[in-house]
């Protein structure tokens, strides 16, 4: 259900998020699948068929295809493999409602930077009442003279 200009697409955009997109047939696919740690699988290659994988980000991998499905209704997804485990279409979803890598790590940084920006700041409460208090003194002073 998919035309050559979405599948370039679809490839382009697999391709940018680091994966790699392929046709396959389904003979070929569940030989390959025995012979693997992907033999879970073999009962999905039935129908056309494509795979999608990546060796760098699993979760970007899911988002580009989920978006893909969303954007295209004549296609759907089969099945998932993450470290040699099946997932089901629902757990594929859940994986690309996942923060992204980069995501993870801004909160991870805010996450530590918050406690040490809290104690600046309350390291600072004491000297700034001195400084005020200072002040106030000075003018007290000065009204005094």
């Given at each position: 259900g998919v035309n050559v200009a979405d599948e370039t697409e679809l490839r382009r955009k697999m391709t940018d998020s680091g994966g790699s997109y392929r046709v396959v047939k389904n003979t070929l696919a569940r030989l390959a699948a025995r012979e693997s740690a992907v033999a879970q699988l073999e009962p999905h290659f039935q129908g056309p068929t494509a795979v999608a994988f990546t060796r760098d980000n699993p979760v970007a991998l899911a988002k580009t295809l989920t978006e893909f499905i969303k954007a295209h209704p004549g296609t759907s997804l089969k099945a998932g493999l993450l470290e040699e485990s099946a997932l089901t279409v629902d757990e594929v979803q859940a994986l690309a409602d996942l923060p992204s890598r980069e995501e993870?790590?801004?909160?991870?940084v805010y996450l530590l930077q918050a406690p040490l920006m809290n104690l600046a700041a309350a390291l600072q409460?004491?000297?700034?009442?001195?400084?005020?208090?200072?002040?106030?003194?000075?003018?007290?002073k000065q009204k005094q003279d």
């Open positions: 993870l790590l801004a909160k991870l409460g004491p000297l700034r009442s001195l400084a005020s208090g200072l002040s106030r003194l000075e003018e007290v």
